[in-house]
Nanobody, 126 residues
Framework: QVQLVESGGGLVQAGGSLRLSCAASGRTFYINPPMGWFRQSPGKEREFVAA????????NYADSVKGRFTISRDNAKKMVYLQMNNLKPEDTAVYYC??????????????????WGQGTQVTVSS
């Protein structure tokens, strides 16, 4: 099991930027798993935001964030990041980091992931 801890959320005005971080740990974390970011707003289902393959060679983004958000990873530090620019009020949500046990791609579905963090709140004011 992989333990994931998100940080970097907060309150920002529309047009601003935030950088989310996800720290991974655990006894079985000896590989570099595919990772993803998801978000969930009250009353809505958890939705895909961005994903990255084990070596960073492949990335995948939701259409709503493409061109504004960038996912990256530092395998030596066991960290994954989500740089969010030009934030909009509709980006307000709890953001979750997720890890998949194995695979070579940047996966988009909630069901593709095995481990989840506790989430970090992002609030964008208009």
């Amino acid at each position: 099991q992989v333990q994931l801890v998100e940080s970097g959320g907060g309150l920002v005005q529309a047009g601003g930027s935030l950088r989310l971080s996800c720290a991974a740990s655990g006894r079985t974390f000896y590989i570099n798993p595919p990772m993803g970011w998801f978000r969930q707003s009250p009353g809505k289902e958890r939705e895909f935001v961005a994903a990255i393959s084990w070596n960073g060679g492949n990335t995948n983004y939701a259409d709503s964030v493409k061109g504004r958000f960038t996912i990256s990873r530092d395998n030596a530090k066991k960290m994954v990041y989500l740089q969010m620019n030009n934030l909009k009020p509709e980006d307000t949500a709890v953001y979750y980091c997720a890890a998949r046990g194995s695979g070579n791609y940047a996966y988009r579905e909630v069901a593709d992931y095995d481990s989840w963090g506790q989430g970090t709140q992002v609030t964008v004011s208009s």
